[in-house]
């Protein structure tokens, strides 16, 4: 995905939320910046495995309510990674190598459907889909944006009624990344995702909540 395609589903994204029913705004409203640690997963190519280092992440998710009898919400949500990416010749003597730094961003928007547990305790589940962003830390690679999914599901509790933890694991999937992969050769590597591999990756993340309206 191009940047100017990204830019322009981003901007889709916005004035699908100006024209979201201004009474979503008038419910129960949730704000959960989090702090937790993703498995980043590894990726098999031809000749090589491409290793994504497992890091802390951080963000924040929105939570809108839209009904509270059935408990589903509008989720919006951003999620970052700091890492590393190292590659390994397939053999027993192979050895593995650094690439670069990199860091990896997840724009996401669906749906969560809450289940009251007691009164300060919901359990929750929720699906999501948006944009990977995938952007090397060096000059030789730019940024590259990919559709993504995530599931998951977690336990909220409230400690005061406008106040609670959020725990939570979740499942991401970059979808298909074209035009690209990586390859070693004698005239040295180069970095790109092949077409058709999907990139599986995992976090669990803890966060305060905070609950605005009745």
């Known amino acids: 995905m191009t940047k100017m395609k990204f830019k322009i589903y981003f901007y889709l994204l916005l004035v699908g939320l100006t024209i979201i029913p201004t009474s979503i705004f008038a419910q129960r409203f949730e704000a959960t910046p989090y702090y937790g640690f993703m498995f980043a997963g590894k990726v098999d190519l031809i000749k090589a495995q491409m290793n994504i280092k497992d890091n802390p ?14 408990g589903l919400n509008l989720e919006l949500s951003y999620d970052r990674l700091d890492t590393r990416t190292t590659i390994k010749e397939y053999g027993v003597y192979a050895n593995e190598k650094e690439l670069f730094d990199m860091f990896i961003e997840y724009y996401q928007l669906g749906a969560m459907y809450n289940k009251p547990l007691s009164k300060k305790t919901n359990a929750f589940g929720f699906f999501t889909g948006g944009v990977a962003r995938f952007s090397p830390i060096t000059p030789e690679y730019g940024d590259d944006y990919r559709f993504a999914i995530t599931m998951g599901g977690g336990i909220k509790y409230f400690f005061t009624k406008s106040v609670g933890i959020r725990v939570q694991g979740r499942l991401k ?3 298909y990344f074209y035009g690209g992969g990586m390859y070693i050769g004698s ?13 599986l990756q995992m976090d669990l993340i803890a966060g305060l909540t905070i609950r605005l309206g009745e």
């Open 57 to 70: 992440n951080y963000g924040i998710i929105l939570d809108f309510e839209l009904d509270r009898r059935n």
């Open 173 to 175: 999937m970059p979808i």
């Open 187 to 199: 005239g040295g590597s180069g970095f790109y995702m092949g077409s058709g591999t999907v990139l």
